[in-house]
């Protein structure tokens, strides 16, 4: 009677698989096999190899992994600092308090912010620089991008950080070891699962950005997300559409299961050194 009560518990979760996940996907997949006048047809997998789609694919991994760059050398040593800061909490909301807001607010904030007439050109005015093209750039479309992806790296290796044993960063150091060594050599790896788990909650989705390419960087950007966009609300191809969005499937799975947790990592190979 236990084991089947605990499979009704299931079934909930169950459904929401089917229906939000494995539901959607095998649909992205049939329609990848039509082309724009409803005919089935492979041809949509060839036209992906085409150097205009392929140009798409590395611009769309270039950039998500600059903003995947970013957000790391900011928020690992955000997270480690808030480790030893009072009030942490406190200080933790005040990083997760910008999710709350709508992704399109923000976006439209820096338009304001990065405009001719907005204050960051106001600023260089006064710093004597004059004004400057800031909107519609390289620059302010990884800089808004960055600052909306960076709490969910900051998150993992927050936790990460407060579940690491103080033990082991005090035998560290009676074994002599410097901060930066003791950073290097046992702190990092230590943590690098939330690392990686934030580098997954960043990439993933930087890899099929399309509103924040339209609305700050313009035309500049043009990624897979941009194409998909492009497929399914302009020429209306949805086969062509639903084939990128299948390779970006692919893709990103691949890039969980290399970035994915391993039994025996390196957390354990870190701690058997220490040991």
Known sequence: MQIKSRNLYLIPYALWIILCVVAPIAMIVYYSFFDIEGNFTVANYGKFFDPVYLKMA??????????????????????????????????????????????????????????????????LKWLGIGTQQIL???????????????????????????????????????????????????????????VKSGCQAVFIPALSLFMITRLIAGNRVITLGTAIEQHFLVTQDWGMGSTIAVFLIIAMAIIMILTGKRKGGVSDAGKRKMV
């Open 58 to 123: 590395v611009s769309s991994f270039w950039y998500a992994f600059l903003i995947t760059f970013f957000c790391l050398i900011i928020a690992y040593p955000t997270a480690y600092l808030l480790t030893k800061t009072k009030h942490k909490q406190l200080w933790l909301l005040l990083i997760i308090l910008p999710t709350w807001i709508n992704l399109l607010l923000k976006a439209y904030a820096f338009i304001g912010l990065f405009g001719t007439y907005g204050a960051a050109n106001s600023m």
């Open 136 to 194: 519609f750039t390289d620059f302010s479309f990884i800089f808004v991008s960055v600052y909306i992806f960076i709490p969910f790296l900051i998150l993992p290796i927050f936790n990460s950080l407060e579940e690491l044993n103080p033990a082991l960063i005090d035998a560290s150091r009676d074994l002599g070891a410097s901060s930066w060594t003791t950073l290097r050599r046992v702190i990092f790896p230590l943590t690098l699962d939330g």
